[in-house]
């Protein structure tokens, strides 16, 4: 009887070209035209369409280095909007939930599944269809690579997107040993640039010469990681599906600024908003902190770099938002200085539980419960109406801080997606 018979399959559903594609939705004239993505504040290129990807433009490069190229081979730039991306992600997911139990939303763009039972034997059948059903509610296209184990699904879908003539499916089941003979060692997920070229330097340049390694020099060279790699390149289940995310340790939101910040007033507004905006996202996560951390950084280029934090430690859990910025704009004053140009801020929520009373207050007055239905209504408005149409005064109005996003796209519509 076949080894397949008792075991379970895994498979990696990836997104292609993300946020391009997330874009594409909206504006269906850059379907087939070379369209780049970047990062906050326009910094880097993030994402590249294939067409884009066919001219040469690498991912990561500082957009000011390709600028004047991408203007001669009319590539399309826009700039990010992550919030765009990350409801899109949700029902992505969401989509794969319903066909199935066995799910890892691994990043904003992947997820692993495991298929066992009927899915098992009718694998490559149920992906193609999950394929065709993502395509057709959100309109997003996707690939899918199914092996024995996370590492070799990894290595399939690598696989699926770069043969068009798989369609977006590759199973690599029975086909591992010529596959990996040909696929580059510093592509195997586990292993970074300097494992890769180390590897190199002992003459192993693919997976197939990795996966031979002996046990415990891969052990002693590789660390424990590379051993696990290794053994899941030979098919053994090493790394397991997490179906719930791992505790949240703490939110951190930042950004860098679009110019240098001066005046304490304009610093002020933007850590407030940081502040909301990690409130907002903790309590969307039923969470609690009891630590509060602001940051803020000159230009590290730029002469006399400045950078400071401080902390403070509540004696209770909270998500009072009233409370975290009165402590938000306490770290600001002990760490801000006159006649600096700062260029990046953040504030930090750590100590995050999901236990309102964890080593705090044993009871809730009636100022924290108007507090509490004050914020539930104002989710309520800008749910109903738009973002930010209540907002904190101390937020600012005109915000003159926010990052750059000079290539943003105005959507004049919302799309029918599930």
Request: aromatic share 12%.
């Amino acid at each position: 009887m076949s080894l397949e018979n008792f075991e379970s399959f895994f498979a990696l559903i990836d997104c292609n070209n993300f946020y391009v594609s997330c874009e594409r939705l909206f504006n269906p004239a850059l379907l087939h035209r070379p369209v780049v993505v970047l990062s906050n504040n326009d910094g880097c290129i993030i994402a590249r369409s294939n067409e884009a990807k066919a001219l040469g433009i690498k991912m990561g490069i500082p957009y000011f280095k390709v600028r004047d190229f991408l203007k001669k081979n009319k590539v399309i730039v826009i700039s990010s909007n992550y919030e765009i991306y990350e409801d899109i992600s949700k029902r992505f997911i969401n989509i794969i939930r319903s066909k199935i139990c066995f799910v890892e939303a691994y990043s904003i763009d992947e997820a692993f599944i495991e298929l066992n039972g009927v899915f098992k034997k009718k694998r490559f059948e149920f992906c193609k269809n999950l394929k065709d059903e993502i395509y057709r509610l959100i309109g997003i296209p996707v690939s899918i690579g199914i092996g024995r184990t996370k590492t070799l699904a990894k290595v399939a879908n690598k696989i699926a997107k770069k043969d068009k003539n798989l369609n977006g499916i590759f199973d690599i089941t029975g086909k591992e040993e010529e596959v990996l003979k040909n696929f580059e060692v510093k592509d195997v997920w586990g292993i970074g640039n300097s494992k890769a070229n180390y590897l190199k330097n002992i003459g192993i340049t693919n997976a197939l010469d990795l996966s031979k390694i002996d046990d415990s020099f891969a052990k002693k060279s590789l660390s424990i990681r590379g051993l696990i790699t290794i053994l899941e390149l030979r098919g053994i289940k090493c790394i397991k599906l997490q179906e719930e995310k791992t505790k949240q340790k703490e939110i951190i939101v930042s950004r860098s600024f679009g110019c240098d910040i001066f005046d304490y007033k304009s610093l002020r507004e933007s850590v407030s908003y940081f502040a909301i905006t990690a409130v907002n996202n903790m309590r969307s996560l039923n969470l609690y902190t009891k630590t509060i951390s602001v940051f803020i950084a000159s230009n590290p280029f730029k002469e006399n770099f400045y950078a400071n934090q401080k902390e403070v430690n509540l004696d209770f859990y909270t998500q009072d938002v009233f409370l975290i910025l009165n402590k938000v704009e306490y770290c600001l004053n002990k760490i801000f200085k006159d006649k600096i140009g700062y260029k990046k801020a953040g504030v930090i929520l750590k100590n995050l539980s999901t236990n309102q009373f964890a080593l705090g207050s044993l009871y809730t007055n009636l100022e924290e419960e108007n507090k509490y239905n004050l914020m539930k209504s104002i989710d309520l408005i800008n749910k109903k109406i738009k973002k930010d149409a209540v907002f904190f005064a101390v937020e600012g109005v005109d915000r003159t801080w926010q990052a750059r996003r000079r290539h943003a796209i105005h959507r004049t519509s919302e799309i029918d997606i599930i």
